[in-house]
Each structure stands twice: as C-alpha cells, then as structure tokens.
C-alpha cells in the first residue's frame, strides 16, 4: 500500500515538472526547477495543500479570540504580507509561495537545522523573527507548523523527528510574542504522499527535510460563523 501511495505521488511530481520550466531563484540567482511546482506536485498527492487546517477552524478560531477582517480585504492582506515576507527572507534559501486560501512558508533544511538535530540554528533565529514579526503585524489568521523529513533512517525515528522540528519552530515563534492559540503542529515523518522531490539524490532529500508554515487567513465570515 505504501509502494502504491509512492507511486502515486511520484507520478503526480513527474506530470507536473514535465510541463515546468526552470526559474532563476530569487535567493541565489541559480537556475533550478521551481520549488513552487514541486510543492505544488507534493500537494496534489497529499491533500493537506487544500486548505483544511489541524483540528479543524471552529474551535482554533474561538480559542484563538481572532476577530477576522473583512471578506474582501483578505486577499490585500494576504499579498502585502507575501510581499513583506518575500522581503524580510531574501537571500535566506526561505521560499514564500501564495496557495490560493493560505500563504506557505517553506524553511529549508540544512539552514533551519543541523543534520539530524531539531534545535534551530543560532544564524537562522534572525529570519524566525523576522516571520514571528510578520504573524503579530497580521493578527487574524491560524497557523499550522508542519514538518517533513526523507525516507533515510527509520519510519519512527524519522516521524518523532519531524514532529520535534515543527513544535521547536513553533516554540520559537510562540517565544517571540505570537499567541500560541493560533498554532498548532504536526509532524509527517516520511509519510510519502508528503515527498516533494525524489528521495534517490542528495538534493531530492534535501527537498523532502523540511518545516512549512502554513498561514491561513481569517475573515469575519469565518469568525461569524465559528461562533454561531
């Protein structure tokens, strides 16, 4: 079931990058295959890219006491604070991508931690403030820290150390003021529906380590209606 599931997924990653085009990365200037569609193939075989949130947004955003903004300012919100992202994390490898409903922060591994540890790096806490500032300034959203890892070592240890990496950024962000009722955390492991790139190269592997930040705005429909 497993094997069917890689299949799966690798055959979605492969239809999409068939149709792609190399892009020049904004941090460094190299032409690559664009990270976006990557994470996009990864989404269409796992799902979790759809929207939905951990736990579900009723009782996140009731507990969160988020108070939501205006249906029609969402989207505005949502690019000022990609753009501000965008610049705040330039040249730090950090990809911010617009999913449609929510913004994904993708940190990248070997820079957000060392090879197998789940403390966050001292050089990389400066952009994890960076992005701590940018959730407070933009108050009305839920947040969901994921992590990932690839399919070296095993399935155990591998999902106990995803789980460690999501809560540990999570933590950091918590420590720099954002209210924790907005986070939540889930750990994939080598789960691989969630593989966004080959696991058979270093720099596949490389691709499939990795924590996401998911933010998912809140509008006062949404508000509305988890309270009634």
Same mark, same amino acid.
């Given at each position: 079931?497993?094997?069917?599931?890689?299949?799966?997924?690798?055959?979605?990653?492969?239809?999409?990058?068939?149709?792609?085009?190399?892009?020049?990365?904004?941090?460094?200037?190299?032409?690559?295959?664009?990270?976006?569609?990557?994470?996009?193939?990864?989404?269409?075989?796992?799902?979790?890219?759809?929207?939905?949130?951990?736990?579900?947004?009723?009782?996140?955003?009731?507990?969160?006491?988020?108070?939501?903004?205006?249906?029609?300012?969402?989207?505005?919100?949502?690019?000022?604070?990609?753009?501000?992202?965008?610049?705040?994390?330039?040249?730090?490898?950090?990809?911010?991508?617009?999913?449609?409903?929510?913004?994904?922060?993708?940190?990248?591994?070997?820079?957000?931690?060392?090879?197998?540890?789940?403390?966050?790096?001292?050089?990389?806490?400066?952009?994890?403030?960076?992005?701590?500032?940018?959730?407070?300034?933009?108050?009305? =959203?839920?947040?969901?820290?994921? /992590?990932?890892?690839? $399919?070296?070592?095993? !399935?155990?240890?591998? &999902?106990?150390? @995803?789980?460690?990496?999501?809560?540990?950024?999570?933590?950091?962000?918590?420590?720099?003021?954002?209210?924790?009722?907005?986070?939540?955390?889930?750990?994939?492991?080598?789960?691989?529906?969630?593989?966004?790139? =080959?696991?058979?190269?270093?720099? /596949?592997?490389?691709? $499939?380590?990795?924590? !996401?930040?998911?933010? &998912?705005?809140? @509008?006062?429909?949404?508000?509305?209606?988890?309270?009634?």
């Amino acid at each position: 079931m497993a094997r069917r599931r890689y299949i799966t997924a690798a055959l979605a990653t492969v239809s999409l990058l068939g149709v792609s085009a190399c892009v020049t990365d904004p941090n460094t200037g190299e032409k690559k295959v664009s990270r976006t569609v990557l994470g996009t193939a990864g989404g269409a075989a796992a799902g979790y890219l759809l929207g939905g949130i951990i736990g579900g947004k009723t009782a996140r955003i009731v507990g969160a006491g988020i108070g939501g903004v205006a249906g029609g300012v969402v989207g505005y919100k949502m690019d000022q604070q990609i753009k501000e992202l965008e610049e705040s994390t330039a040249g730090t490898g950090v990809d911010v991508t617009n999913e449609g409903e929510y913004i994904k922060v993708n940190l990248p591994d070997g820079v957000t931690f060392a090879t197998d540890s789940y403390v966050v790096s001292p050089s990389f806490k400066a952009v994890l403030d960076d992005i701590a500032a940018s959730l407070i300034k933009y108050p009305d =959203s839920l947040i969901d820290v994921y /992590g990932f890892t690839d $399919n070296t070592g095993s !399935e155990s240890y591998n &999902l106990q150390l @995803s789980e460690r990496r999501a809560k540990a950024v999570a933590d950091y962000l918590i420590y720099k003021g954002v209210p924790a009722a907005r986070i939540a955390t889930k750990g994939f492991g080598e789960d691989p529906n969630y593989f966004v790139a =080959s696991n058979d190269t270093a720099e /596949g592997r490389s691709l $499939n380590r990795r924590v !996401e930040i998911k933010i &998912l705005p809140i @509008s006062q429909e949404d508000v509305n209606a988890a309270n009634n």
